[in-house]
Each structure stands twice: as C-alpha cells, then as structure tokens.
C-alpha cells in the first residue's frame, strides 16, 4: 500500500519503520521544512496537516491508499475528510473527528451522552462573555487549536480580554471556549478499542509547571497499578467509546477526578503524542503505533495488556530565549539505566523563545523507571542535574 502520513516527529519515524517492514511505501506531509521523520519517508510535502484542499491534491496525485494522523491531535479532521473525500477507508468516519477535534461540538457532545464535565460557554467574541457572572478561576481555551497553545488559567478578572482575544485568536474557527476551573487531581488516561471494547493501557498523573499555570505540563506519573482508580476510568472511557460509535481506535482522554468523581475535560482516537508511545510499551507491553499500523493497513488488532509492577516519571525540559549550542547526559543516562529513555525536541542551532506557553515549547524530555517512588524520586534528581543545554554563550538554559 501507500500510505500518506500526517506529521513527522519522533512517533511518527518509528511508524514509519513499521510501515516499511510490512512492505508499504510512506509519503509524508507536515508544514515544516526539515522535520526529523523526513529523511525515513520515500516522499515529503512541505504541507500543512490542517490544509484538506492540498491534502486532497496529493493524496490524488500520490494515488495513496490510506491517509492516516497518528499521535496528532488536529490532523484527525484532516486525515477523515480526506478519506471520505476519496472513499478511502479510515478507522473514524467526519462526525466523530468534528466531536474529537473541536472543543465546541466535543462539550456538546458530553452533555448530551450526560457525561461530567466542566460547566462553559463559547464564544466568539470578547463581548460576548458576561464578565460580572464568572466565578474565579477559569479555563479558556480555543476550540480548536494543536497543544496547548492559547490555553490559560485566568485568576483576575482584568487579565479575562486578554486570554479570550488570545484564544480566539489562536482559534481556526475564530471561537473560544471559557469553562470552570475544576481543583483536583489531573489524569491522563492512553487505551485503544478493538470491536468495541475499551482497554486501558495507561494512567498518568500530569504535573503542572505551577499551581496556577492551569494548562503547561511539567511531566507526569504512572498511576496503572492503582485497581479502583483503573475500574472507574475504564468505565468512563467506556461510556464514551459507546456513545461515540468507536469501534477500533487507539484512545487518550483527559480527566479531573474530584471528590471520587471524575470530570472529563477532553478526549480523542488518537494516541498520545512525544514519548509517550513508549511509556504505554513500557508500561503495559502493548505497542500501540505496530497495532495502530495494523488498523490501518487492515491487519488482526491484537491488545493484550500485561501491566508493569513498576511505575514511570516523566519530565519535560523547556528553555530560556537563547540558541541552543549542546545538549548533553542523555545518552551516559540511558547508558547507567537512570532514564529509561529520553527525547530531544529541539537541536543545536534552534532559537528558543523563551515563551514557555505550550508543548511545542519542549527543548527534551525523559522517562524514568523505579519500583516506588522514592526512587522515581532519586533517578528524576540524578537526571536534571547530569543533562546540560547550553546557549552559544556557554549559559544554561534549561526551565523545568
């Protein structure tokens, strides 16, 4: 087959492996000029994931046979319209990417599967919000918008235009969503569903950058060997697979659990994306790009979670405005078993802003492996102060 293949970072070179493997040729199509998954694909498009029109051109003139988004969140849209465009087949028909991929039609949704989640409205305007019945905090956020970006915590009513412009402005769509803040515990939970059936893979715990930064994730923590924990979001993810129409996709959502209850606040039939492809192996010894490929090309999807005892950290590394000269200690830590695993996100030579608003503004990233977390404790602290990244100055640069 051919494949056309939407995005082309980390994840997406180790699909394309697999791709390769089995026989099928890879083109690949992503905004950027030389992204690290180009050199591994036999055709590239410096295109846009979110542009349907120029997507449509080369998947007709590429006579592909499958478009496929895989640890992306926006290029879902894409990858459905496209297929339907072409009678191509694909595993999620349009109506479901619009309720995945929108946030405005995704909280309509829940409320209409009577699903908990946070209490909003959308707007499309700053004048639209009624600024005197808003109770503080708030989250707003564009509809639809890649990572975190536009996403922001508000605790002062004179900081709420600004956020909103900035959101609708981020915003495709030219819409925001403004929802309740909701205090508790954030979980991240990564399963896939095969004939229907929802099968958790993983829980993390996500770690924020600072108690009000509401949106910026400093890293995460396994929580899979939790059972009560594990029973209530299969359940919930369950309801949602059900009332969504799934029947084989890999599958993330986001939750807030409160008082034993469980809010959700986004979801989507994707896999996560960075690393955390390999945290899900590590953790439950199911490869979820090979039996995401295999959906994909029509081949038996096989998952059979056989859960760690251990549990995993993971942190991200952002940076001070500088251009980075090295980046250095992650291959010595692999080597002595401190870090499971590392990701670099930006090489020498790149500019960083010093903007530190989303996960595109992620220089690197590690995950580490202990029995407790004590010593998730220990090997997180032994990592952060053997890696450097230096600026052409010789000065540090990293933010954690």
């Avoid at 496929?68 to 297929?83: E, K, N, P, W």
């Avoid at 939970?189 to 958790?200: P, Q």
């Amino acid at each position: 087959m051919k494949i056309l293949l939407l995005g082309a970072g980390d994840p997406q070179v180790q699909f394309i492996h697999y791709l390769h493997k089995y026989g099928h040729e890879v083109c690949l199509l992503t905004y950027d000029k030389d992204p690290i998954a180009k050199k591994y694909a036999d055709k590239f498009f410096q295109i846009s994931t979110l542009d349907v029109e120029k997507v449509v051109e080369v998947a007709e003139t590429e006579h592909v046979d499958r478009v496929i988004a895989v640890c992306t969140d926006q290029a879902l849209y894409t990858m459905c319209a496209v297929s339907e465009r072409l009678g191509l087949p694909c595993y999620m028909n349009l109506e479901q990417a619009e309720i995945c991929t929108k946030k405005d039609s995704m909280k309509c949704f829940l409320d209409k599967a009577g699903i908990r989640n946070a209490k909003y409205v959308t707007v499309s305007d700053i004048n639209d919000l009624n600024k005197d019945m808003i109770e503080l905090p708030i989250v707003v956020k564009p509809v639809d918008c890649n990572s975190s970006k536009g996403v922001k915590k508000v605790l002062d009513k004179g900081d709420i235009d600004l956020c909103l412009k900035n959101a609708i402005n981020y915003s495709r769509t030219g819409k925001a969503i403004v929802e309740e803040y909701i205090k508790g515990r954030e979980l991240t939970i990564d399963g896939f569903v095969n004939n229907g059936k929802f099968t958790l893979l993983l829980i993390s715990e996500v770690k924020k950058m600072s108690a009000d930064s509401g949106c910026l994730i400093a890293g995460c923590e396994t929580l899979h060997s939790n059972d009560e924990i594990r029973e209530r979001v299969t359940i919930m993810c369950q309801k949602i697979v059900d009332s969504l129409g799934l029947v084989k996709a890999p599958f993330i959502a986001q939750m807030i659990e409160r008082n034993d209850e469980l809010y959700v606040l986004e979801f989507s039939a994707r896999t996560g994306g960075g690393e955390k492809y390999r945290v899900i192996e590590d953790a439950s010894n199911v490869d979820v790009l090979f039996q995401t490929m295999n959906l994909v090309v029509g081949n038996e999807v096989i998952v059979e979670p056989h859960y760690s005892k251990d549990i995993f950290g993971t942190q991200f590394l952002y940076g001070k405005k500088g251009i980075i000269e090295s980046i250095s200690g992650f291959e010595e830590l692999k080597e002595r078993e401190t870090v499971s695993s590392y990701y670099i996100y930006k090489e020498a030579g790149a500019e960083i802003k010093g903007e530190i608003k989303s996960s595109g503004d992620r220089i690197a990233g590690f995950t580490v492996r202990g029995n407790n977390r004590a010593e998730i404790d220990k090997k997180m602290k032994k990592a952060i102060e053997s890696i450097n990244v230096v600026d052409v100055y010789g000065k540090s640069m990293i933010v954690i």
